[in-house]
């Protein structure tokens, strides 16, 4: 039965001018869980990523140690949703946060705020709606499990791996935000795929952290 291990992305950089690209901690995070994934025993029949930096760089650090020897297929569905362009149609014609981007705990209570109105419909014109979203999810994990294979590594966002396991749980739309805030840098969540649809195999696994590393190596942004 083909497993899809959706992993994502190592840290970002917050705050920075550009986000979408690896701290050096995410960096560090990416090649650990490479080397804790050749432990495992990974051995993908393919691997796909979303058509962002911050997804081709975590996917070239895990692939020090795994060696997979051909390019990654790039699935833009498997992107982010943009929560700039939703903050954009949010606050349009009105004073926003002047933190947002540099208080954590600011950002990620107007993050989840934003997520449950669009997800209502209650952001006009977004840069996409809700329901669009969660169908290019959808379409790409198919995509990423058209040719059969057994093991597929995907390297994607927090809300794509929030719909998909809300989704397959057969969670109200709200569980997404809800889980998307729980998945940490570099975790692995595995959806087994059989004839009878998608089902939840683990959640935020973490196997490159440890007790010894966890004050360094854990983080959710």
């Excluded at 992993?7 to 950089?13: K, W």
């Excluded at 490479?34 to 760089?57: M, S, T, W, Y």
């Amino acid at each position: 039965m083909p497993e899809i291990w959706l992993i994502r992305h190592a840290q970002a950089s917050f705050g920075a001018a550009d986000y979408d690209k690896l701290s050096a901690l995410g960096h560090e995070q990416s090649r650990a869980l490479g080397f804790a994934l050749k432990a495992l025993g990974a051995e993908p029949d393919a691997v796909f990523i979303g058509a962002q930096r911050r997804h081709r760089e975590t996917w070239e650090g895990i692939n020090t140690a795994l060696g997979f020897p051909t390019a990654p297929g790039i699935l833009p569905g498997f992107n982010e949703f943009d929560f700039g362009g939703l903050l954009n149609a949010r606050y349009r014609g009105k004073e926003r946060p002047t933190t947002l981007h540099s208080d954590r705990r600011l950002h990620f209570k107007m993050l989840r705020e934003t997520v449950l109105e669009w997800q209502r419909g209650e952001i006009m014109d977004p840069p996409e709606p809700y329901a669009a979203f969660a169908e290019r999810v959808r379409d790409a994990r198919a995509q990423a499990t058209a040719g059969k294979p057994e093991q597929v590594i995907v390297v994607t966002s927090g809300g794509a791996i929030g719909q998909t396991v809300a989704e397959v749980m057969g969670a109200p739309a709200d569980a997404m935000i809800r889980l998307q805030l729980q998945i940490k840098n570099c975790s692995v969540c595995r959806i087994v795929v059989t004839p009878r649809g998608e089902h939840l195999g683990t959640f935020n696994e973490t196997p490159h952290i440890t007790a010894a590393n966890a004050a360094q190596m854990l983080t959710y942004s």
